[in-house]
């Protein structure tokens, strides 16, 4: 396993994290105690960063996570959590209002349950779930967040961008605001690398994590046409690709594979190497379902330079969508 600095914080974390949303159990079934099993297959592996959050699973991640820190014996395992505003902006508002999304009993209230549920007595990492540009206006949050860190019950302080606006990530790593900024990077999503947010990352010191680098599945390479009919009814993926997304995700996922096909053995390897391609990303947060999915990614923490040239030959395969956005048009 290759470790890499997050940020200016002095900590080491493996460049394959776990992306802990499938725990909650709103992907498909899951088993609490196979999950902390999975999760302690991680850390003998190599892996010391989680990133889960109360959203997942109402709670339920957290708390599966929490189980698996209980019986781990090991080195420290980082853990990043996120809190959600009151009320969730309109995926399409390019620019909601946000002050009052954050208030500081309900953040003070949030951090409480986490710490509960994991177990811990200080969170490494508290990520805002949603972060909008006028967030760097109304500062309310971050004066509470700095009084939890002055209490010892939060060690850091991130956010995690909307699914696809990346530059919304660069004024608050610009104004030092946070210690990391969590995007969507994918094969799909390269603006974090073309447009500047990774560049001010660099510069800052900012950690930048990358998520979901298979697309939620679709980068995989293992979707059939069939696919859709495994997805149990309103799970995540069933939401995210119904309707024609899935055909139209598909169709650029079969083109995608033949251009990566001489380079690596599999789309999945070809997607979780270009998550990691960026020296200014910290780690990446795959979501691993069993040992043999987290045996697979921690393979590719090789170092391993990406091919330039395949950078270039899968720029236009650059596609931002508002998938995030249930029953819009893609």
């Not at 209490?151 to 608050?172: A, F, H, M, T």
Request: proline share 5%; with cysteine; charged share 25%.
């Amino acid at each position: 396993m290759e470790y890499r600095d997050f940020g200016q914080t002095g900590w080491k974390v493996s460049e394959i994290a776990f992306g802990g949303w499938q725990l909650g159990g709103t992907w498909g079934e899951v088993n609490d105690d196979d999950s902390v099993k999975t999760l302690l297959h991680a850390y003998e592996k190599g892996i010391n960063f989680v990133d889960t959050a109360e959203l997942y699973g109402r709670g339920r991640s957290e708390s599966v996570v929490g189980r698996s820190l209980k019986e781990w014996t090991g080195n420290k395992i980082y853990v990043a959590t996120k809190i959600q505003p009151v009320q969730w902006p309109d995926a399409d508002d390019d620019n909601p209002e946000m002050r009052g999304r954050y208030p500081s009993w309900y953040l003070r209230q949030g951090v409480d349950s986490a710490l509960q549920r994991l177990g811990v007595e200080r969170l490494d990492l508290l990520q805002l779930h949603c972060w909008a540009p006028d967030l760097v206006h109304s500062l309310d949050w971050l004066e509470t967040l700095n009084d939890l860190r002055l209490e010892g019950k939060i060690d850091q302080i991130g956010v995690s961008l909307r699914d696809y606006r990346p530059n919304e990530g660069i004024d608050p790593a610009k104004l030092n605001l946070v210690s990391s900024v969590q995007v969507i990077f994918n094969m799909f999503e390269q603006r974090p690398a073309t447009e500047g947010l990774f560049d001010v990352c660099g510069q800052t010191g900012t950690a930048a994590i990358a998520r979901v680098p298979l697309d939620s599945g679709a980068l995989s390479g293992l979707w059939t046409q069939d696919t859709p009919n495994t997805w149990l009814p309103g799970s995540v993926p069933a939401e995210l690709f119904g309707g024609d997304r899935f055909a139209k995700v598909f169709e650029r996922v079969e083109q995608l594979k033949k251009i990566v096909e001489p380079y690596y053995s599999s789309l999945g390897e070809a997607a979780m190497r270009y998550s990691l391609s960026s020296p200014k990303v910290s780690t990446t947060i795959p979501g691993m379902s069993n040992s043999r999915s987290v045996d697979r990614n921690v393979d590719y923490s090789d170092g391993q330079e990406f091919p330039a040239e395949l950078i270039e030959k899968i720029a236009e395969f650059n596609w931002p969508r508002n998938y995030y956005k249930i029953n819009s048009p893609a």
